[in-house]
């Protein structure tokens, strides 16, 4: 069964579609290992949360068209609406945890920084005494999953530490966290660019949302983040336009309409002049 999102037919697998293959699991959450080569060529997304541990691992992840090298003692985080897809190569050992997102909410708060963040890096490498740690707790939650009296408040308690770990070892990678913790400014404009890019497309709107001056905007996101502000409302745009063509049936003309365009015109040559060729092209390529 697959549902459908208020965009139109766009596939998004539900939980229930990986409970023939579960090792442990209840309704709202899944533990599953990972064995040898596995692909997934079309690209979907989930409705839930999901953290892969991979122990000793090779292959390629692809999420929101972003290519990243699979590796030995890695997380990969994938949050729901993420469009993906992989090759996992032969040899392969990894873990997976499976979260509905009314649960996932009961240890969110441990995830310490900006969900954007772990969207922006979904790949984590792990020291080998934090691969341990995690290691363990997957451990923990696939045997309280198989108890006959498991219990959920123990389940949330181990995933919170989880994501304390996976946070941990985040912050080392989030080149630009520092930024937004110095600059609040930019880290609204960012939340505000996830809430109103499909109707909002010109750096004024943000601008007058921070009380501040679309020119002084501009220049803090080229000082800080080293790119205009309208780059990133594009970026955003660009994103996911790409996931409405690889993921739904919906014509060009529909998903300039969906995405806030006036015409399908203006916004094919959009498309073209950020991603380098058509909608068409990339819906087909």
């Given at each position: ?126 020291t080998s005494d934090n691969f341990k740690l995690l290691k363990y707790e997957f451990d923990a939650i ?7 009296d498991s219990v959920q408040e123990v389940i949330s308690a181990r995933a919170a530490v989880i994501a ?122």
């Open positions: 069964m697959k549902l459908f999102d208020e965009t139109g037919y766009i596939p998004v697998l539900g939980i229930h579609e990986f409970r023939k293959g579960q090792l442990a699991g209840r309704e709202e959450f899944l533990f599953n290992e990972l064995h040898g080569e596995r692909h997934i060529d079309k690209p979907h997304k989930h409705d839930f949360f999901i953290i892969n541990l991979f122990e000793s691992a090779k292959g390629v992840h692809n999420i929101d068209f972003h290519n990243y090298p699979i590796g030995n003692k890695q997380i990969h985080v994938l949050f729901p609406g993420q469009v993906h897809t992989w090759s996992i190569r032969p040899g392969t050992t990894g873990y997976q945890l499976m979260i509905q997102q009314h649960f996932f909410e009961r240890f969110a708060s441990f995830f310490r920084f900006s969900f954007s963040n772990y969207i922006n890096h979904p790949v984590i490498p792990l696939r045997d309280e999953l198989n108890s006959p304390a770990i996976v946070s941990k070892e985040a912050e080392k990678i989030f080149t630009d966290l520092k930024v937004f913790q110095s600059h609040p400014r930019l880290a609204e404009f960012s939340l505000l660019i996830d809430k109103f890019y499909k109707q909002e497309k010109l750096v004024s709107f943000y601008a007058s949302k921070l009380h501040i001056t679309a020119n002084y905007l501009n220049i803090l996101c080229k000082k800080h983040l080293y790119v205009p502000a309208t780059k990133l409302i594009q970026q955003r745009v660009l994103l996911e336009a790409k996931r409405l063509l690889q993921t739904t049936e919906l014509s060009v003309k529909e998903i300039a309409f969906e995405l806030g365009f006036v015409d399908h015109a203006y916004f094919s040559n959009f498309f073209k002049a950020q991603a380098g060729i058509t909608p068409t092209q990339f819906r087909e390529g």
